[in-house]
């Protein structure tokens, strides 16, 4: 809910239309006797240096409170209240809407950030804004991505008039055409969220599910430690001398001496930043297990996790998605069953910090903040996280992180027609939490596509279901996932025909081994591209009408172990583990070093065999009709 709103209720009268008037007739000084928030049960108003949205948020207290104390300067303080009301009042978003409380927070931060400057230089908020050398200065001195909001602040100053903003703003065009310019190089020099390298995400995958196994051998006990130290104030701490006696003998009688020596918890206060990190470890498997967004995570509650048998075992996340003052919507995820045990980790500190403050068990958000742990004051009261900084992680190995040049080439191969020249060899790789949405999507489109080696064993049954319940292919999944736009089901839906239609026209089209089987045959005929073509312009020249033709079903893409298929039906043979239908199907590609292989691995299977049991005949047979097919059909 924002202020718009607000009159909306409170004048029922046209919303626009009323604000202004107000603002005409009010002078700026009485601006801060108006209220900015009805609540049920509290109305902020604009003097005020706490504004509490978070009877309107699902983000939790922290995440929904602008807290103007941070502004040390007085002055500069009453002058951001100000703008930030204007801002709220006046702000479009996209389509015409009120700002969102996220979007006001970034202007907060952003207008924070200039009162910082204006601190050091000896300016007010006013005096930076009315000269235009004090902005170029400013300008120069932050990074690309302040660009934009510090642009669109100064577009507000411009169509809001200067005696309701009490700056004497004047629009310099030739700085406006420089901040443009900049914005527009930083957005053009930005790729789309790159792709987690598959060895790097498996491997830190890996590392997070040992330190999760970990966590939950030693969870009882801590979580008996972590409630007798909210019991009593006095638990395990250093008598007046200031030896840690009481310390070393509750860690030794609950034997945590282990767990706490390996995270360096050497006493009560570094509870907090312990619970912080596991948090943080649990989030970045939530995040690679799910697709979610980072406030689509933060929007969790205790009971979020579903297991239904529907068309098979499915197992979702739900939680919910909500504008500022639009209404709630419940949205759902698929999962695995393994994101249990990290459910587990967090439900069993939520419910000891629940029954310390006296809180209904399952209301909590799955992120609490930790500051609950620390204090009795805010009892009965709800704190939720809603980020976490980048070492609030339990530890891993930065070497994980070091871009090889497989990585690299895997990244570019994914996606060539981008520039990746910002992933470097031997440099380490940023991850971030909203690079999962993206790799998770892809992973999962690529799995039947490409070989993704330990990420496709440890994730097989997540890419399976994905692909499932949010492809085109899943006749009932718009009525089990009513996604919204944002979804990552629609991710996959936009991708599955494009990652398909890159992968055929790399593995057939422009294949550098010669093709067999009905449409194999039929490529090396037809379409295929000649020696000494260019892959990027055949790739051009072939790419829209191809993709066309998975957009509307004529055909699909599997990588098999034969070579491919394009056949869009059901295959009954791939169920039968039956590799020799693939020479007589319409939809089959065949390619030698493939068939060898396979034939390879046949052999060396039945070398454990017993040559006389039924099962060594029966694959014998197998055998033979593949050795006999490869004759007939591939001439060396």
Known sequence: MGALAI???????????????????????????????????????????LWDFSAFSQSGKDSAVINFLVVEDHKNRSQIKKLMYLL??????????????????????????????????????????????????????????KINTLFNILGFLKNTKNSQTAINYKEDKYLIMYLAKRINNYNSSKNQTPVIPSRMLSRTIKERWLQVDEIIEYL??????????????????????????????????LNLDYLFSKYYIKEKKHIGKFISKIQGTCNHLIHAYSGMRKQEVFSLKDDCYKEENINGSICRLFGVTTKMHGKLKEEYWV????????????????????????????????????????????????????????????????????????DKQEVEEIDFNRNYQEIEIGKKWQLTTHQY?????????????????????????????????????????????????????????????????????KDVLYSD????????????????????????????????????????????????????????????????RSTTAC??????????????????????????????SIEYRTEMDDLNKLEDLRNKLIKD
Not at 120 to 141: A, L, P, R
Not at 355 to 363: D, L, V
Not at 592 to 607: A, G, L, R
């Open 583 to 612: 020479f007589d199907c319409y939809g089959g590609i065949l390619k030698k070093s493939k068939v060898d292989n396979v034939i390879q691995k046949q052999k060396e299977f039945m070398e454990y065999l017993n040559k006389d």
């Open 437 to 505: 949405r993206r790799s998770l999507a892809v992973y999962s489109i690529q799995s039947g596509l490409v070989t993704l080696g330990a990420l496709q064993i440890q994730m097989k049954h997540l890419f399976r279901e994905m692909t499932l319940y949010y492809s085109n292919g899943a006749s009932f999944a718009k009525k089990l996932f009513d996604t919204s736009k944002d979804h990552i089901s629609k991710d996959i839906e936009t991708m599955k025909p494009e990652l398909e239609t890159l992968a055929y026209i």
């Open 88 to 145: 709220a009042l006046k702000g479009n978003g996209r389509n015409g809407s009120i700002y969102s409380i996220n979007t006001l927070k970034g202007y907060f931060r952003a207008l924070l950030d200039i009162s910082v400057y204006c601190s050091n230089k000896g300016i007010s908020i006013q005096g930076f804004f009315e000269n235009t050398d004090h902005v170029q200065k400013y300008t120069v001195s932050i990074k690309e991505h």
């Open 335 to 406: 999962t695995s069953r393994e994101i249990k045990k990290v459910l587990f980790i967090l439900n069993g500190i939520n419910s000891v910090i629940a029954k310390h403050h006296k809180i209904k068990s399952g209301s909590l958000p799955l992120f609490v903040g930790t500051s609950m742990i620390k204090s009795n004051s805010i009892r009965g009261k709800i704190v939720a996280k809603y980020s976490f900084h980048d070492d609030e992680e339990l530890h891993l190995d930065e070497k994980l992180f070091i871009i090889s040049s497989q």
């Open 220 to 253: 009882p006990k801590f979580l008996s430690f972590l409630e007798n130290m909210l019991k009593d104030q006095k638990f395990a701490s250093p008598d007046k001398s200031g030896r840690k006696s009481k310390w070393s003998k509750e860690v030794d009688n």
């Open 513 to 576: 081994e010669k093709l067999y089987g009905a449409h194999g045959k039929f490529v090396e005929n037809n379409t295929k591209a000649k020696d000494g073509n260019n892959f990027i312009l055949f790739f051009a020249n072939n790419r829209d009408k191809t993709l066309q033709l998975f957009k509307n079903g004529e055909i699909a893409y599997k990588n098999t172990a034969l070579g491919g298929c394009i056949s869009t039906e059901a295959c009954d043979s791939r169920i039968a």
């Open 7 to 49: 009159y909306d209720i409170q004048y029922n009268k046209d919303i626009k239309s009323s604000a202004e008037n107000l603002l005409t007739l009010t002078s700026i000084d009485d601006i801060f006797k108006r209220p900015i928030i009805f609540d049920s049960n509290k109305t902020t108003y604009v003097s005020d240096d």
